[in-house]
């Protein structure tokens, strides 16, 4: 059994440093969460592409960025994660604030709150004020799921569904693509087909948003559900800044506080498979990502 890494994470190897691109995106705070580092569903290459072309004040990771669970199951650990966690220690580096919120998957890490590592806050929970003067609580979410609360185990169950759902999702992406198919994802559509899938998620965004607003908060960044969302909930601004497994998308505050949705799913070529040995599913090669430090 290996415990998950910490941020401060392994050097990384490989070419001489090169530096990155000028940023084409800046704006005064990013939100990503549920990177889900550990796992072959993370798209990594996608995030290091976002990471790249993003420059900001603050980096706020809404929790669930290196899945515990997962790695305690199975150990998976590409050179591209470990570039992921050496470009975030790099933009803390080069001046940027990053902010780390742990979810239910690197729950490790809440053991480590009030402590810096590689210059990455871990905290609790943060307030965050946009720059016209909103107050916004940001918080992983699983605080307010009540399956992991009340019944961790049923939790863990859902987890290997969910990747049994990801695996499946891969055979048929194969098939659609030799087919000449879009990318099309099964777990999103049962996501918001299935009734009690749907009315779990408007539960999560109502349970959110109350708490949010007895902390005396306009509004709440949070993740955990793995789906993109801004809009008023009961008069409070529930903003949900989605995943990097399927959905690849982020929130960013633009200097003038406008918040807004950014969609790399929507831009980003869909993964593409190949078939492994005894049948699984495994990446198709790809070129090797630029060095991060």
């Known amino acids: 059994m ?5 941020l401060h994470g392994a050097a990384s190897h490989g070419p001489p440093i090169a530096a990155d691109p000028p940023a084409r995106l800046h704006v005064r705070s990013v939100f990503i969460s549920d990177l889900h580092l550990g796992t072959p569903g993370c798209q ?30 199975s150990w998976y650990w590409p050179q591209a994660h470990n570039d992921v966690v050496q470009k975030l220690m790099r933009k803390a580096r080069k001046g940027t604030r990053v902010v780390f919120v742990p979810g239910n ?8 709150v009030t402590h810096n590592f590689g210059g990455i806050d871990v905290v609790e929970e943060a307030m965050h ?26 939790a863990y169950l859902g987890d290997q569904a969910y990747e049994f759902v990801l695996r499946l999702n891969r055979f048929l992406n194969l098939a659609r693509g030799r087919l000449g198919l879009p990318y099309w994802s099964l ?20 349970a959110v948003s109350r708490e949010a607003r007895k902390r005396g908060a306009d509004g709440v960044v949070c993740g955990h ?4 969302e801004m809009r008023l909930v009961e008069g409070v601004l529930y903003c949900n800044d989605g995943d990097w497994v399927e959905s690849l998308t982020a929130i960013v505050e633009h200097h003038d506080g406008r918040l807004e949705i950014v969609d ?5 070529a869909p993964p593409v498979y190949s078939l492994g040995r005894a049948g699984r599913t495994v990446p198709a090669p790809q070129p090797e990502p630029m060095p991060v430090d």
């Open 2 to 6: 290996h415990d998950a890494p910490p």
């Open 44 to 73: 990594a290459l996608a995030l290091l592409d976002f990471l790249r072309e993003v420059q900001c004040d603050t980096l706020y990771l809404v929790g669930d960025i290196v899945d515990g669970w997962q790695l305690r199951r």
């Open 105 to 112: 998957h690197d729950e490790f890490a809440r053991r480590y």
């Open 129 to 154: 004020v946009t720059a016209d003067g909103r107050r916004l609580w940001v918080t992983h979410g699983d605080y307010f799921d009540g399956v992991i609360q009340c019944a961790k185990w049923l």
């Open 187 to 206: 777990s999103r559509y049962l996501k918001f087909k299935v009734k009690r899938a749907v009315s779990y998620v408007n539960d999560f965004e109502v």
């Open 225 to 228: 559900i793995h789906h993109a």
């Open 264 to 268: 790399r799913g929507a831009q980003a």
